[in-house]
């Protein structure tokens, strides 16, 4: 049925249930799972006459950000590995999380992504937005959407 699972989690309690829950999907149909995690990307400015060198510390920020994804995947990958699950971790850096989400689907040829969704609706929603609403609306491929 399904041959490869795609997990976007951010770390938080309902990413880890949607973690477990792919886990299981996974050991069920033999599938491999790859986990996403996304950092944000710098902003950087520059401000004329400026004697900080903003770049490097956003450069700086950045490489200590996708440090910490790692450490924080680590115990993930090592949960799949040890479910007998082939399980391999991605950190990616960028703005958009679900244009990224949607990315590696498309690159890793992914026939499944399961995440986890707040469940926000009106005012919170527009504010906060909805990275699962993105990729709900712009995947070629099922989603299964935990709460």
């Given amino acids: 049925m399904y041959k490869h699972l795609l997990i976007p989690t951010d770390g938080g309690e309902l990413s880890k249930k949607a973690i477990s829950h792919g886990f299981d999907l996974a050991k069920l149909t033999g599938a491999r799972v790859t986990i996403l995690t996304v950092t944000p990307s710098y902003p950087v400015t520059y401000l004329e006459?400026?004697?900080?060198?903003?770049?490097?510390?956003?450069?700086?920020?950045?490489?200590?950000?996708?440090?910490?994804?790692?450490?924080?995947?680590?115990?993930?990958?090592?949960?799949?590995?040890?479910?007998?699950?082939?399980?391999?971790?991605?950190?990616?850096?960028?703005?958009?999380?679900?244009?990224?989400?949607?990315?590696?689907?498309?690159?890793?040829?992914?026939?499944?992504?399961?995440?986890?969704?707040?469940?926000?609706?009106?005012?919170?929603?527009?504010?906060?937005?909805?990275?699962?609403q993105h990729v709900l609306t712009g995947a070629k491929v099922p989603v299964l959407v935990l709460r």
């Fill in 49 to 132: 006459g400026s004697s900080v060198n903003n770049r490097e510390f956003a450069e700086t920020s950045e490489r200590q950000w996708r440090e910490e994804a790692q450490t924080a995947m680590a115990s993930v990958l090592e949960e799949g590995q040890a479910r007998g699950i082939a399980t391999d971790v991605q950190v990616l850096s960028g703005d958009s999380i679900s244009d990224l989400i949607l990315q590696a689907a498309s690159v890793d040829e992914v026939d499944l992504i399961v995440m986890a969704s707040h469940g926000r609706k009106g005012f919170a929603r527009l504010l906060l937005g909805s990275e699962t």
